[in-house]
């Protein structure tokens, strides 16, 4: 769910300066995960059953095989958007330097993420889906890996060029996903949950 700044009273309107400050209240007013995505306050629920079982499966892939040197996976860590002190997103996975666990800062560099994992939630827009994307390819992460349960798809997006990914590889939940070097491995997506009908 997006927020748009006219819906807010004017003292807590987000603007330029203030939205990571709206962000984090509203994390704690409301325990949703709130990310900040093109100037955008984008609000989701805590991820269902189904989400969290393609994030269970992908992590444990991704834990059991060998990882370049010096990287591994985490959950609930968040990246900046370079050269803007207001974007940031909270990927489903992410890889980054082992260093970050000993960083007492909550925002890691984006340049050193080497691989995103977006989940979709069952009410994301498209455009939302298509936003954030963008945002992943104009943060420069190498290789962003999209999981849809609502369709039972994922897509691999790669080589991010001009504010977009030059390379996207649609898939379907059974098939596997290459990653591309330096991980050179497959993830298998068989019996990867799918949401039922609301």
């Known amino acids: 769910m997006s927020v748009s700044p ?3 009273p004017p003292h807590l309107r987000p603007r330029p300066g203030n939205l990571r400050e709206i962000a984090e209240k509203l994390e704690s007013a409301t325990g949703l995960r709130v990310q900040i995505v093109g100037g955008k306050l984008v609000m ?8 969290a079982g393609v994030v269970k499966r992908l992590r444990r892939q991704l834990e059991r095989v060998t990882l370049p040197d010096g990287l591994d996976v985490y959950e609930v860590s968040s990246i900046a958007l370079p050269e803007d002190p207001e974007d940031y997103v909270t ?3 992410i890889v980054l330097p082992v260093e970050w666990e000993e960083d007492d800062g909550w925002l890691a560099a984006a340049e050193d993420a ?5 989940v979709i939630s069952q009410s994301e827009k498209s455009r939302d889906i298509r936003d954030k994307a963008d945002w992943y390819a104009v943060a420069r992460v190498p290789v962003l890996l999209v999981m849809d349960p609502r369709k039972g798809t994922w897509a691999l997006h790669t080589h ?4 977009s990914y030059r390379d996207v590889l ?11 070097e330096p991980f050179d491995i497959e993830v298998a997506t068989d019996g990867f949950p799918v949401y039922g009908t609301r």
């Not at 989701?44 to 989400?51: A, C, E, L, M, N």
């Not at 991010?160 to 504010?163: A, E, I, L, Y």
Request: aromatic share 6%.
């Open 6 to 8: 006219g819906a807010w």
């Open 44 to 51: 989701s629920p805590t991820p269902r059953g189904k989400h």
């Open 91 to 93: 990927p489903d996975l």
């Open 114 to 118: 080497a691989l995103a994992v977006e």
């Open 160 to 163: 991010p060029d001009n504010g």
């Open 170 to 180: 649609p898939g379907k939940f059974g098939e596997p996903v290459k990653l591309p």
